[in-house]
């Protein structure tokens, strides 16, 4: 069974673009969620969805954004980047709601550069 | 707010034994995770306690109290392998995300 694809595995913007990163669930997996990893912390939770619906969100402004499609597929969109946004982006799959004895599979990340 | 604290860093011998030490404070609890990520690589699944006391898979234990809000980690026989980031994290509720601790560096030496 494929593990959790992240698309791109890299990408480097400038202040002010956009960015959209994609990610494909575990075949089966009906919630992804978004994290945000910085070097020296933990994880910051962005959003989860479930069934094509935003279920929680973590406190980050609104540039952040997401949306999960029929097929579990979900994209995340960062708009008006700052260099602050600089970070390792990670997605979680899970069966069920995140957390509990549902774990969390992870991809690998898309690393994020704003300059 | 809610909260989980673990050691920032955490240094053992290779073949030793070592425990990484969590507690919370959340407003509600369904269960403590811990998930391994390797420098550059992924957080992977470790473990899940709902109930007091030891699961164990494997080299590696996980341990819970929740009438001390409180779990552990436990190491046994560390390889070079090992070496690595440990998150523990909390469920609250049923309808909120997990919470998590800052994380534990581990740190083994020959």
């Known amino acids: 069974k494929a593990g959790v694809t992240q698309t791109p595995r890299y990408l480097i913007k400038t202040r002010g673009q956009q960015v959209t990163l994609s990610c494909s669930p575990i075949s089966g997996h009906r919630s992804v969620s978004w994290y945000q990893q910085t070097p020296g912390q933990g994880l910051q939770f962005l959003f989860e969805y479930f069934s094509e619906t935003q279920r929680n969100k973590g406190n980050f402004p609104g540039r952040f954004s997401g949306r999960q499609f029929s097929n579990s597929r979900s994209e995340m969109n960062v708009s008006t980047l700052e260099l602050g946004d600089s970070a390792l982006y990670l997605c979680?799959?899970?069966?069920?709601?995140?957390?509990?004895?549902?774990?969390?599979?992870f991809g690998n990340g898309t690393r994020l550069t704003v300059t | 707010g809610q909260s989980l604290e673990q050691p920032s860093e955490v240094t053992a011998v290779e073949g030793a034994i070592v425990q990484i030490n969590c507690t919370y404070q959340t407003s509600g609890f369904y269960g403590l995770s811990w998930y391994q990520q390797h420098d550059g690589g992924a957080p992977t699944f470790l473990s899940y306690n709902a109930l007091d006391g030891l699961e164990e898979t494997g080299r590696f234990s996980s341990f819970l109290s929740r009438s001390d809000s409180y779990g552990y980690l436990l190491l046994q026989e560390l390889q070079m392998k090992d070496s690595a980031s440990y998150f523990c994290a909390v469920k609250p509720g049923s309808n909120y995300q997990l919470i998590w601790g800052a994380g534990t560096k581990l740190i083994i030496k020959p």
């Open positions: 979680a799959s899970s069966f069920d709601r995140t957390g509990g004895n549902s774990p969390l599979h």
